[in-house]
């Protein structure tokens, strides 16, 4: 948990989790863009991302060492 690397894993998971959050508001609503109301696709997005890094948070005790995950990435294993 003290690494880079699972940081940098975390914080790719909580980018993407960001980005489908905002996606699937915009997508909901069926408005145009210019009808949408930025400040809440942020605020939704941003407690996705928070919940998605307190999640790597306390997940890492339970999986592979330096990893945000409690499965075990097979490609990672293997590139060791």
Do not use: H, N, Y
């Amino acid at each position: 948990m003290f690494s880079s690397t699972f940081w940098k894993a975390a914080a790719e998971r909580a980018a993407k989790t960001f980005a489908q959050a905002a996606l699937a508001l915009l997508v909901g609503d069926g408005i145009g863009v210019l009808d949408i109301d930025w400040g809440k696709v942020g605020s939704v997005g941003l407690l996705a991302a928070v919940a998605s890094l307190l999640t790597s948070l306390v997940s890492a005790p339970f999986g592979p060492v330096g990893s945000p995950s409690v499965v075990e990435d097979e490609k990672a294993t293997d590139a060791l």
